[in-house]
């Protein structure tokens, strides 16, 4: 004669179930807020690196003041903050040799510009 084993009171409720379903789903939901956040700060630091390269790769004119002559700056200098109007390398060669533009004394935007 087979042996059934005695029903035992230990059996897991569908309530209990959906319980421990719902604190896993929540667990879930917390790993995955962490790694967008994480793909969010890589994605920001990913942007900022492509900003920074196309500074690197831009320049910019300050214009003529009164009392100044008008500069060139790399994109990226910050005593010219102002990204309007970024120009290429070959309209910074041509407003290098203007005799009314200046290169910034601060970014220097001649160094490898002309090499």
Do not use: F
């Not at 060139?72 to 290098?96: F, K, M, N, W």
């Not at 040799?97 to 004394?105: M, Q, R, S």
């Not at 601060?106 to 090499?115: A, D, E, M, S």
């Amino acid at each position: 004669m087979p042996h059934n084993p005695p029903h035992t009171s230990h059996t897991i409720s569908d309530l209990e179930k959906n319980w421990a379903l719902l604190d896993w789903l929540r667990w879930q939901v917390g790993q995955t807020e962490r790694r967008v956040r994480e793909l969010e700060i890589q994605d920001a630091q990913e942007r900022a690196r492509r900003e920074r390269a196309r500074a690197e790769m831009s320049w910019k004119i300050q214009p003529q003041r009164s009392s100044s002559t008008a500069l060139l700056h790399r994109a990226g200098c910050a005593t010219y903050p102002d990204q309007v109007g970024l120009i290429s390398r070959e309209d910074a060669l041509v407003a290098l040799v203007e005799p009314d533009i200046e290169p910034c004394e601060v970014c220097r935007p001649q160094t490898g510009l002309l090499h």
